[in-house]
């Protein structure tokens, strides 16, 4: 039924991409956090956030 589809929907409500490996994260619970261009950026780790940090122009998004 569209039970599995709702709860999906659901699931995926609030997160956020992060932009160094494309993984979802949810921003509550994020390993690290940016403010870039205006706008918060989520990571899933501390690595991918220093990998950012390095050169946010390669990882920015439109």
Do not use: I, L
């Not at 991409?17 to 990571?43: I, L, N, Q």
């Amino acid at each position: 039924m569209h039970d599995n589809h709702d709860h999906d929907h659901s699931t995926h409500s609030g997160t956020t991409v992060d932009p160094v490996c494309k993984m979802s994260v949810d921003p509550a619970t994020a390993a690290a956090s940016r403010e870039h261009d205006g706008k918060t950026v989520s990571f899933c780790s501390k690595g991918c956030a220093a990998a950012f940090d390095a050169d946010p122009a390669q990882y920015a998004t439109a």
